[in-house]
């Protein structure tokens, strides 16, 4: 008989009944009988149940051990009786009778339990992180990260992709975050950066003729925690393809993507390819961002038309200082109470908003405080652009062309949530296209690139020579699930000429655009396909499919929001010998002193 187990603690059923088992793993929970000790046995795979008589000599060990101590029990499978079967477990129609019981691992108190879904500080969770992953739906959500990652590997390969694996070691990119600064000792006084993305190399790998890549890639940025967003490091699934159009791209990682959600979604229904293809500005017009959440049926208008010149004279006057208003229905809120439209009139000043304006329509009149400043025309021109009609309201936004969309979104997305109108049990994608090439600066007045900058510009050079740059789109495109933005592509801009010309329009002159991309400036000049890929994001996805809402909740072995590691303590102060050897001399910020209030 092996030394730990004959079988996992999962595997057992009714047809090994009367076989002598050895199983080994954690003391998940004791229940004390009297007579009979009763103890379920966990480990990766399930539970089983275990029962020590009183008279075994294994007892007084048994009923010693705590919680989360390592045992193996050396026992006979009985098949249980009818009015005992708990259809809860998988192993439920058996439990083992024990004839002896081997600690192998004592645990001591435990600073928070694994049996239960009680609620821990997160510190605590992070800092015994090493327990906290033995918990049921966490332990389930890194299994479940791991299907997912094997099955978006599968169905790239299937689709004719070679997996290759790029530096973590390389330059400092323009990928605009932060980067991570590595200290060379062979080359004191420079540093190597840890990777925002693999963009550089995999486009090299085009160039070099690889046709079709991927990889599981991990991403490193130095940015702060977000619910959605890791310090430190992240995973993609990043991949780039020859010679192909931004539609190749589509029907490459579509199929990719439905198949893996599909697989997944424990019967969600899940958006058939073709996903839908909404333009930028058409999703900045209807939704009021680039990242719509498409379960929420309500669509944003733009009414200024309605208000140009009215006697409402607030948002007349704002249309003449350059303002918009953008209006967002609200079906069937129309004989809501009166604290309905308060609670969302605060909670617009809570986000910094100057408030929300509202019409109502009910008894076949328009109510609310700005009904009265419209005619009768007006409100037949606000009701067939807005599709609102009896028993309907409509909120308004007027400001600022940017913050009114901004805005208008944010509304859009809390009246879908207060009115329940937020469509359940769905995964539905769209692809977000025709992003602008550059957009204008509002603080410094300059033109500078609104995306990706290595992107190729639609109509190529000559749209770079004759057009307005803020009226350029470019062949970019974001793929969106349930309003999260899963990943960024485009079609790169392969020729010299044209990237030295995309630089130019935001002031970089040919020296400084072959001092910071001068390798894979290089390359292009020794013969590169047109190609473009994307890197839809592995952690987001996974939350997205364990319906999760933070990101710590699908990552093993995640930082705080300080991005601190917990568990392993770091970052940590480095030994001065150690700097010494990379040339390094730490000097640290002086706090800023306070003064104490002088009393008078």
């Known amino acids: 008989m092996h030394a730990y187990r004959t079988h996992t603690c999962g ?16 003391v998940h929970r004791k229940r004390d ?21 009183k008279d075994s000599p294994s007892f007084a060990l048994a009923e010693s051990v705590r919680n989360e101590s390592v045992i193996t029990v050396v026992a006979k499978v ?152 890791s310090p430190g490091e992240f995973y993609q699934l990043d991949f780039e393809m020859s010679y192909v159009t931004q539609e190749d791209v589509f029907a490459a990682i579509e199929p990719v993507l439905h198949g893996v959600f599909e697989e997944f979604s424990n019967g969600k229904e899940v958006t058939p390819y073709p996903f839908p293809r909404i333009s930028f500005d058409e999703s900045m017009m209807k939704y009021g961002n680039d990242k719509p959440d498409l379960r929420n049926p309500l669509v944003i208008s733009d009414v200024t038309d309605v208000f140009r010149d009215s006697d409402f004279s607030i948002f007349a006057k704002g249309i003449n200082a350059g303002n918009i208003v953008r209006a967002i229905p609200a ?69 600022k062309p940017k913050t009114a969309a901004k805005n208008a979104g944010y509304t859009r997305t809390k009246l879908g949530q207060e009115l329940n109108l937020i469509e359940q049990g769905v995964f539905k994608f769209c692809w977000i296209v025709d992003f602008p090439m550059y957009e204008l600066d509002e603080d410094t007045g300059k033109v500078d690139f609104s995306h990706n900058p290595f992107s190729m510009p639609q109509g190529g050079l000559e749209a770079l020579l004759n057009q307005d740059p803020l009226t350029i789109k470019a062949y970019q495109y974001d793929i969106v699930c349930n309003g999260i933005e899963l990943s960024s592509g485009a079609i790169r801009n392969h020729l010299p000429e044209v990237m030295y010309k995309a630089f130019e329009i935001v002031g970089y002159s040919q020296a400084d655009v072959e001092s910071r991309f001068g390798g894979l400036l290089n390359a292009f000049k020794f013969g590169a396909p047109p190609h473009g890929g994307s890197a839809p994001g592995v952690d987001r996805m996974v939350m997205l499919l364990a319906d999760e809402p933070n990101i710590r909740e699908i990552i093993a072995f995640p930082m705080n929001q300080q991005a601190q590691d917990l568990m392993m303590g770091a970052p940590s102060i480095v030994e001065n010998d150690r700097l010494k050897e990379l040339c390094l001399e730490i000097k640290i910020p002086a706090k800023p002193k306070v003064v104490a209030a002088q009393g008078g």
């Open 331 to 399: 079906p069937k809120a129309a004989d809501h109470p009166r604290s309905f439209f308060d609670k969302l009139n605060e909670w617009a000043r809570s986000i910094g908003m100057a408030g929300l304006g509202y019409i109502s329509f009910s008894e076949g009149t328009a109510k609310g405080p700005i009904a009265k400043f419209l005619d009768a025309a007006r409100l037949d021109h606000l009701k067939a652009l807005t599709h609102v009609g009896e028993g309907d309201a409509v909120f308004f936004v007027c400001d």
């Open 11 to 26: 595997e057992l059923r009714k047809t090994h009944a009367g076989q002598t088992v050895k199983l080994s793993g954690w």
């Open 33 to 53: 009988h009297g007579n009979l000790l009763f103890i379920d046995l966990r480990d990766h795979y399930g539970l089983t149940q275990c029962v020590v008589d």
């Open 78 to 229: 009985v098949e249980r009786t009818a009015d005992t079967i708990n259809p809860r477990m998988n192993t439920g129609e058996i439990e083992l009778d024990v004839e002896e019981v081997i600690l192998q691992s004592a645990a001591d108190m435990l600073p928070l339990q694994v049996n239960s879904n009680a609620e821990f500080p997160e510190d605590t969770r992070l800092t015994y992180r090493f327990l906290d992953l033995r918990r049921e739906k966490l332990h389930h959500n890194i299994i479940l990260r791991s299907a997912i990652i094997s099955s978006l590997r599968r169905r790239m390969i299937n689709q004719g992709f070679m997996e290759f694996q790029t530096p973590i070691l390389t330059a400092s990119s323009p990928e605009g975050a932060r980067d991570f600064l590595v200290p060379s000792r062979l080359n004191p006084g420079t540093f190597y950066a840890l990777p925002q993305a693999p963009q550089m190399f995999k486009q090299l790998l085009m160039v070099a003729g690889f046709d079709r890549y991927f990889q599981i890639a991990p991403c490193f940025r130095d940015e702060d925690a977000r619910a959605d967003r």
